[in-house]
């Protein structure tokens, strides 16, 4: 099989997911808080692939010009990713609407039904996270238009089951709509995988940190070139009655700082200090801002550099365009192998 007939192939496998994202390739770019705005958003467009904006705690007027300001950077597909429990969900959402953005996520937990009809009545297509089948046919019956499957491998907030799981447990059995999977994924070989598998597409974070358009600070660049899949680390929880939930990132002195904060919180409580409710408050402000720290101001040993287990595969700082036309070579050079393969073996 010569690269022509591979990229047909790729093109076919992935065929449901560009026709629903209206992108060149199926390759969703993750919505990841300060790093995932109009630059590198647009970029991923622009290439070929479909940016998402991260909307994370931006009221209506910052979303507003964010929107205003991608679109002043490409005219292809983009879509803006929600977090459900935000207080003006409603209202970002109009934002969206207003805009006529084609694709609205929402994540970060079980979207209402209010904002589920907003989205359907605005006539954007709606696109929600699963952890599980059983979840993902609910959101499918309740109007979800595509679902994303996202393995504890990503970066940031995680689930605790793995890509390889998931994908077994929901692409066999969620066919009504596109499937999307997330977590891990550096190279073309393991997205065709997971097209084979039956994915529409794939969903990259990590991957796309160290483009050259993305505005994350240059230390906290060179922190994913230097790093190891090893590196990231979900934050760990050290008392049961003090739920955690899991952050996936590179391990720093803030890290190490976090754990003696609960350990020290949970001293003060079981001394009477501070009741249960100020004691899950005191732990859980701990990260406040860290994030915005470590991609803009580069403070990459007390902010949180978060990062997928992929960021091994993270070497050089690359242009968008360079790292999807990488990654698609690698997906049509793994099917055009196959077909020599086959090819030489019945010459034999």
């Known amino acids: 099989?010569?690269?022509?007939?591979?990229?047909?192939?790729?093109?076919?496998?992935?065929?449901?997911?560009?026709?629903?994202?209206?992108?060149?390739?199926?390759?969703?770019?993750?919505?990841?808080?300060?790093?995932s705005e109009r630059h590198l958003v647009s970029a991923i467009s622009n290439a070929g692939g479909f940016g998402v904006i991260a909307c994370g705690s931006m009221g209506p007027g910052l979303l507003d010009a964010e929107i205003a300001g991608t679109k002043a950077l490409t005219a292809k597909p983009f879509g803006v990713n929600l977090i459900t429990m935000h207080p003006e969900l409603e209202a970002l959402i109009d934002v969206c609407l207003a805009h006529k953005v084609g694709h609205i996520v929402l994540a970060g937990g079980l979207p209402p039904g209010t904002a589920i009809r907003r989205v359907k009545d605005g006539g954007a297509k709606l696109i929600c996270f699963t952890p599980a089948l059983s979840l993902g046919k609910k959101l499918v019956r309740s109007g979800a238009d595509a679902i994303v499957i996202e393995g504890s491998e990503a970066g940031g907030h995680i689930g605790p089951v793995s890509l390889t799981v998931l994908a077994q447990e929901v692409l066999p059995h969620l066919r009504d709509v596109p499937v999307f999977v997330a977590g891990g994924i550096g190279r073309g070989e393991a997205i065709l995988s997971y097209l084979e598998m039956g994915a529409a597409g794939v969903q990259l974070g990590t991957r796309f940190v160290c483009a050259t358009e993305s505005i994350a600070h240059a230390r906290f660049k060179q922190a994913f070139i230097r790093a190891s899949a090893r590196d990231a680390l979900p934050t760990v929880q050290l008392d049961p009655r003090f739920p955690v939930i899991p952050v996936r990132a590179l391990v720093n002195q803030g890290t190490d700082r976090f754990m003696e904060h609960q350990a020290e919180v949970v001293r003060r409580f079981t001394e009477g200090e501070l009741t249960k409710e100020a004691a899950q408050l005191d732990i859980e402000h701990f990260w406040a801002g860290a994030l915005r720290r470590a991609v803009i101001e580069g403070d990459i040993e007390q902010g949180s550099v978060m990062a997928g287990q992929s960021v091994g595969l993270v070497t050089r700082e690359q242009p968008t365009a360079e790292i999807i036309a990488e990654l698609v070579e690698q997906a049509v050079a793994a099917i055009a192998g196959r077909g020599a393969e086959a090819a030489a073996a019945a010459a034999d």
């Open 1 to 35: 099989m010569d690269r022509a007939e591979a990229r047909a192939r790729l093109d076919a496998l992935w065929r449901r997911g560009t026709e629903f994202l209206g992108s060149e390739v199926a390759i969703m770019g993750g919505a990841m808080s300060w790093v």
